[in-house]
């Protein structure tokens, strides 16, 4: 069954990075973008970033842009979240995602907590 196991979530002090990792198993990892969520307490979850499938196309969240990058190695069937220069505000708990229509597949989310 399609199994998406975040890890690499922790503590980091304001201006620090983490790298987060979703490893895939279960389904055709290469012929899918994947994407990386967050969700806060009470908050709806927001799109942080995504990779197509090839891994040459990438966007991301305006709250993101040029601090967070979005990477994939197809061989290892693994999705990344390099995050650098981390804000409280980046706080949350942190999932990776992929669409087969009809169905969102999700993982089980890592903690990201960002303080002093």
């Known amino acids: 069954q399609v199994q998406l196991v975040e890890s690499g979530g922790g503590l980091v002090q304001p201006g620090g990075s983490l790298r987060l990792s979703c490893a895939a198993s279960g389904f055709s990892f290469s012929t899918y973008a994947m994407s990386w969520y967050r969700q806060a307490p009470g908050k709806e979850r927001e799109l942080v970033a995504s990779i197509a499938s090839a891994g040459g196309n990438t966007n991301y969240a305006d709250s993101v842009k040029g601090r967070f990058a979005i990477s994939r190695d197809n061989t290892k069937n693994t999705v990344y979240l390099q995050m650098n220069s981390l804000k409280p505000e980046d706080a949350d708990l942190y999932y990776c995602?992929?669409?087969?229509?009809?169905?969102?597949?999700w993982g089980q989310g890592t903690r990201v907590t960002v303080s002093s």
């Open positions: 995602s992929y669409y087969k229509p009809p169905l969102d597949y």
